[in-house]
């Protein structure tokens, strides 16, 4: 069974391998049935292809996170922590112009997003993580320099 410390430790290492740029050594964290929402509301996707393709993009566009403390949920269950994360805005960004969480930037080549959000998962007892929520909306992310 899995407990508060295993929950933020995979919290944590979920950031750690993105920045790594390893995606296979990430989906080693999740069930190859996780369900994840990012952004929670953008709609819901399940198992461990979805879970490459949405990660590979953000490695892609050179994501960064630079995450706080993990807090656990006394379920010994639940973990969330705090996330800034820096991309560029190419090759994912239209899709966030499309669905109107950002304007166009002046130059597209060159711009760089960053957005707060909160990365909440749910540990199963095979102590992988079964669920995944990334909560954050236009008002969390901007361009930076």
Same mark, same amino acid.
């Given at each position: 069974?899995?407990? &508060?410390?295993?929950?933020?430790? #995979?919290?944590?290492?979920?950031? @750690? ?8 050594? #990430? ?7 996780? *369900?994840? &929402?990012?952004?929670?509301? !953008?709609?819901? *996707?399940?198992?461990? /292809? %979805? ?11 050179? $994501?960064?996170?630079?995450?706080? @403390?993990?807090? %656990?949920?006394? +379920? !010994?269950?639940?973990? %969330? $922590? ?7 805005? =190419?090759?994912? !960004? ?5 669905? /109107?969480? =950002? ?10 997003? &960053?957005?707060?959000?909160? #990365? ?6 095979? @102590? =992988?993580? @079964? +669920?995944?929520? $990334?909560?954050?909306?236009?008002? +969390? $992310? *901007?361009?930076? +320099?």
């Amino acid at each position: 069974m899995p407990d &508060e410390t295993t929950c933020k430790a #995979l919290a944590v290492a979920h950031c @750690e391998r993105i920045n790594a740029g390893d995606v296979e050594g #990430l989906l080693k964290l999740y069930s190859p049935a996780v *369900r994840f &929402e990012d952004p929670v509301g !953008g709609g819901e *996707r399940i198992g461990h /292809g %979805a879970l490459r393709s949405h990660i590979a993009g953000a490695v892609t566009g050179g $994501v960064h996170d630079a995450y706080g @403390e993990p807090v %656990a949920a006394p +379920d !010994g269950r639940h973990a %969330a $922590v705090p996330v800034t994360s820096t991309v560029n805005f =190419l090759p994912n !960004g239209p899709l966030m112009v499309r669905y /109107g969480m =950002l304007d166009t930037p002046e130059d597209p080549e060159n711009a760089r997003m &960053e957005y707060s959000c909160t #990365l909440v998962i749910q540990v199963g007892e095979s @102590e =992988l993580i @079964e +669920d995944m929520r $990334v909560y954050w909306g236009r008002s +969390d $992310v *901007r361009f930076v +320099d």
